[in-house]
């Protein structure tokens, strides 16, 4: 996995994915993930499942955590939420998002397209779930790789 996560993000875009998944936290109570990895074995929105729940996505108080899925050598990106902001939002949301992403993608801007989604998303979590002034880093901002 190291191989194909250094193919296609610097160190210095991954800190800046991290340091965006941390800005939009600061706003509110949702928690944003980002996973990476080479290939799917499954089907992608199954993996993507499976992940969300070992990386303990499904455990946050709120059940507003949202989860950017990336397998990078087969191409497969998937952007899950829990079922907290996914009832406010719809699939529409996720819908729209899941384009403006993909469309970064598909000019090669791999980082630039992770950050433009956890911006967003971050915006309708904050929305939504406004952080509060005992908020907990419910889950790390760094990202997951397997
Ligand atoms: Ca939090
Ligand atoms: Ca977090």
Known sequence: M?????????????EALVASIRAAELLTSGEIKLHLQSKCKAQPFEEAKKVFEKIGMTRTQEKNGILFFLSLEDKQFVILGDSGIH??????????????????????KFAEGLSRGIKLCGEKL???????????????????VS
């Open 2 to 14: 190291a191989k194909s996560s250094e193919k296609f993000f610097s160190q210095s875009e991954k």
């Open 126 to 144: 904050a929305f939504y779930f406004p952080r509060r002034a005992d908020d907990q880093d419910e889950l790390s901002n760094d990202i997951s």
């Open 87 to 108: 009832e406010k939002v719809h699939e529409e949301f996720w819908n729209e998002i899941r384009r403006e992403v993909i469309d970064f993608f598909s000019q090669g």
